[in-house]
């Protein structure tokens, strides 16, 4: 493992480069839609100031900043979300899970971090909707808030435990998950904005093209292979395929986010066009890429 302070280091100056350089190519191809670019960039700052927190604080100020980061992501999904006064209930409800969901992970009790949310939760959320409230929009309420706390919170907590499950390189872990997921999306934005002709899903994400899944892979597994012997422990075989399994994992959760807004913006003309900034935007790998990652290293290693 290399120098914490070191590497920290190299990656601002890496983030420095690499933002001043985007920002010149911004400046020169106007014509260019680069706001998913510059939303990536935007995380890797975000993702940086957490990582430096954890490394030269205290994890559990990394934790804090992770369950923030969950929280608005959540509210930021309910904003796209049609609702009624009934509804109100079962959202506060949801938001109330995350402090008890991270509580579990400072705990290290990984049994109950596991199921509360998708077994606990998910059970028990429909009752303040059925009290007195009707079953007019029961499904779409329930269904939608369930969807958005198994992305937004239940995903994205993985962040977290992986700092409490090994504390010896679990902000290394993180680091080298979120610096890949980032490779990943931004590879995949700058190949279909320049080369991409086939897209895969037009009607969910035009943005998404098999030109840029393909760049993205190879980058993405490059990127692996040079900083998995850096940034953890893996032996060759797994550091290449953490890459496989974080790109494509990666290009599921952006295009799962992508359907997830079109469905529930379609028809309000309230809100207008899909936003191009946001949480969503900067997390959508990452409610994908976290999880998997964290229970592919748990299955094959044991440390976790």
């Keep these: 493992m290399v120098s914490a302070l070191w590497m920290l280091g190299v990656i601002c100056a890496s983030l420095v480069g690499i933002s001043l350089a985007f920002y010149f190519v911004r400046k020169t191809q106007p014509d260019k839609d680069f706001d998913a670019i510059s939303a990536r960039i935007g995380t890797w700052w975000g993702m940086f100031f957490i990582f430096s927190l954890a490394t030269l604080f205290n994890p559990i100020v990394s934790l804090l900043s992770l369950m923030v980061l969950a929280f608005f992501a959540l509210k930021e999904y309910f904003s796209m979300i ?40 998910f059970l028990f959320l429909p009752l303040p909707r059925l009290l007195n409230k009707g079953t007019v929009g029961f499904l779409r309420s329930v269904s939608s808030t369930q969807w958005g706390l198994m992305l937004m919170v239940f995903g994205l907590s993985h962040l977290a435990y992986y700092q409490i499950a ?88 952006s295009l799962t986010i992508s359907v997830l807004k079109r469905d529930l913006l379609i028809g309000d003309d309230g809100k207008g066009e899909l936003p191009k900034k946001g949480y969503l935007n900067r997390i959508d790998s990452l409610t994908y890429t976290s999880p998997v990652f964290f229970h592919a290293i748990r299955y094959f290693f044991d440390f976790m």
């Design 82 to 121: 049609k609702t009624r006064k009934a509804d109100r209930r079962i959202f506060l409800w949801a938001y109330l899970s995350i402090p008890i969901q991270f509580y579990w992970i400072y705990t290290g009790w990984y049994g109950m971090f596991i199921v509360f949310i998708p077994i606990y939760v």
């Design 166 to 253: 090994t504390p010896e390189f679990g902000a290394e872990l993180v680091l080298y998950l979120v610096v890949l997921t980032q490779v990943n999306d931004v590879v995949h934005s700058l190949v279909s904005i320049y080369l991409g002709k086939r897209r895969i899903v037009p009607t969910a994400n035009p943005n998404l093209t098999w030109e840029g899944f393909a760049a993205a892979l190879l980058a993405t597994t490059g990127a692996a292979a040079l900083l998995y012997p850096l940034l953890t422990p893996f032996a060759a075989g797994f550091g290449l395929f953490s890459g496989v399994l974080i790109s494509v994992s990666g290009f599921f959760g």
